[in-house]
């Protein structure tokens, strides 16, 4: 999972134009570097022996599905996700988690998968990436704070991870959890006087998980995901304020009782359980009638939901937004 050296660095801003001519690159890109070396090292050689291999080898699952993109959502650039970070395990300084993530060692990654499961199990990325079809989902992301971005994921439906867990019936809630390594980690090292509580935790109702917006993701613009955004692999919720959208996600387990999740562990007058976008409930401290998108100077309404209302509106039906925050 290191990136080779011919993995496309993106120092600079990377337009939505330059990106779809260089779609159909990146994601051999994307394939060969979760392949076998054999197949990497055909792509470093030429990118026709890749497509032959493509055909016959497992993988073509690896292709990502391309997001038709039908509410024509204006993409924010790579270099703007990339480069505007909440990852706390680094630092709470958003400009600089881009610099200090090259800690994050992705390789050998495992997510334990217990709780309430017919059999717990791990299981790598690989594998995870060869059982599924990896799908592009151009989705908006706000962050609770009042910023927001559109972001071109790429990853695959968690309810499709659920079933091959096998949850038992008495499992109502999938929790979350970042992986602690605090060699990997600057802030975890810190101890007592870390920024928060370690590891950091998320967790959703089953029926929240099971919703078809859900996503594991493990890349974003066609190539893997950076350390920055949470690599190998990290949720997407996009109805949710971003601190849901848990990052570098080492531990799935099922359980009874609603989660403790990080953020409401640290204050839980501010944020809840729920953390669905809206702006007709405010933040204790401001308003969330608003947001500035990444790159844009004049702010936009933040919609309810953050605009997936038809998707996922019957989920809260019988209950008070102003109460469930
Ligand atoms: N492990 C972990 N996950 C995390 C966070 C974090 O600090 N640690 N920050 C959250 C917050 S507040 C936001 S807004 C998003 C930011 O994701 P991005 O950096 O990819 O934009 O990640 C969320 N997931
Ligand atoms: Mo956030």
Known sequence: MKKKSWHISENEVTPVNIFNKRRDFLKLGIASVLTSSYIFESFAQETSKIQTSKVKGDIKKLLFKKDKNLKNLDLNTYKQITSYNNFYEFT??????????????????????????EKPFSIDIESLIKKFTLEERIY????VEGWSMVVPWIGFSLSSLIKLAKPLSKAKYIRFETKFDDEMFPDQARGVF??????????????????????????????????????????????????????????????????????????SKEYGFYANVNPNVDHPRWSQKKERV??????????????YEKEVAHLYKNMDLTKYI
Not at 140 to 143: A, D, E, K, L, S
Not at 198 to 209: F, H, I, K, S, T
Not at 296 to 307: D, E, G, H, I, R
């Open 92 to 117: 709470t300084n958003k400009e600089r988690v881009k610099k200090l993530s090259h800690t994050l060692n992705t390789n050998n990654w495992k997510i334990q998968i217990d709780g309430l499961v």
């Open 140 to 143: 908006r992301f706000r962050c």
């Open 194 to 267: 870390a920024t928060m509580d370690y590891p950091y935790v998320e967790a959703l109702r089953m029926d929240e998980a099971m919703n078809d917006l859900s996503i594991l993701a493990l890349g974003l613009y066609g190539s893997l995901m950076p350390n920055q955004n949470g690599a190998p692999i990290r949720l997407i919720v996009p109805w949710k304020y971003g601190f849901k959208s848990i990052k570098s996600i080492s531990k799935i387990s099922f359980v009874e009782k609603e989660p403790i999740n990080s953020w409401q562990k640290a204050n």
């Open 294 to 307: 990444l790159g844009k100077f004049f702010k936009q309404k933040t919609q309810l939901f953050n605009s």
